[in-house]
């Protein structure tokens, strides 16, 4: 006995060998399940609190870096009317502080002069069209006429003018909706006054007639889009398009139309757009 050596295995017999494959196969797989039925369960116990996915919650958590908010459809914000002083800072110092492509330089008098013989309401319509190298409204199309004279004023006053600063439309605030006649004394009145680019005038029953027969929608719709010779929404970005609506009520009730005639429902009320 003493003579006989061992081989050190532990698998003697074909049975033994085969539960040892067994056994290889079936652990790992075990294994593999459970690690799955932890990490499921796992999961569910952390969901369990939806709390943390609330709208509310996420929005709070990303506070610090990011704000959420969501605008109403068709909804127009009203900005705030901006002063001459703050428009020409912003939009036209770069050529008239300067005297750059040929704009009259603020503080000389004598290149001012000949502007200012032709009144404020020329050198706004200039302004307004565009003149020379500077484009239609200095190349801000939201400056609404008003703040375009504003700026006049305040560039011509610094260059020996003694010209009186327009007075700020009413409702023109943050948040206030302007009327129909506001709107149409701020944009629409340089046209439909005189009937310029075939503009209908103002108080012109023929000349309106087929406009009240379109309908108010109709009109507004072509108001907001421009059409001929008027730009989109008259030339005034910020309109929204209730207050389009009113300037058109407006005018129509100008041309005398009967108010069940302003629109082809019979609404004659501002779309609430």
């Known amino acids: 006995m003493s003579g006989e050596k061992s081989d050190g295995s532990l698998i003697k017999t074909p049975r033994q060998l085969i539960t040892a494959l067994v056994l290889g196969f079936l652990v790992p797989v075990l294994g593999s399940v459970l690690l799955a039925y932890f990490v499921v369960t796992a999961s569910k116990t952390i969901s369990t609190d939806q709390s943390s996915l609330d709208a509310s919650a996420i929005e709070a958590r990303i506070k610090p870096v990011a704000s959420v908010f969501v605008e109403k459809a068709g909804g127009s914000a009203v900005r705030a009317v901006r002063t001459g002083e703050q428009i020409v800072k912003q939009f036209c110092g770069a050529c008239h502080a300067t005297g750059a492509a040929g704009a009259p330089k603020i503080g000389d008098k004598a290149a001012w002069a000949k502007h200012l013989g032709g009144g404020l309401d020329q050198m706004l319509k200039n302004a307004i069209a565009g003149r020379g190298a500077m484009p239609a409204r200095g190349g801000v199309a939201d400056l609404s006429d008003n703040e375009l004279a504003s700026a006049i004023v305040y560039m011509a006053n610094l260059s020996g003018g003694e010209l009186k600063e327009p007075a700020v439309p009413q409702g023109a605030a943050p948040g206030t909706e302007r009327t129909g006649e506001q709107v149409v004394l701020a944009?629409?009145?340089?046209?439909?006054?005189?009937?310029?680019?075939?503009?209908?005038?103002?108080?012109?029953?023929?000349?309106?007639?087929?406009?009240?027969?379109?309908?108010?929608?109709?009109?507004?719709?072509?108001?907001?889009?421009?059409?001929?010779g008027m730009p989109a929404r008259g030339g005034l970005a910020d309109l929204t398009d209730r207050e389009v609506t009113s300037a058109i009520l407006y005018m129509f009730g100008r041309a005398g139309a009967p108010q069940g005639a302003s629109s082809a429902g019979g609404d004659a009320k501002p779309a609430s757009r």
């Open 187 to 228: 944009a629409c009145s340089r046209c439909h006054e005189s009937g310029l680019n075939g503009a209908p005038r103002i108080g012109d029953t023929a000349a309106w007639s087929p406009r009240v027969s379109q309908g108010i929608d109709a009109v507004t719709r072509s108001a907001i889009r421009g059409h001929g």
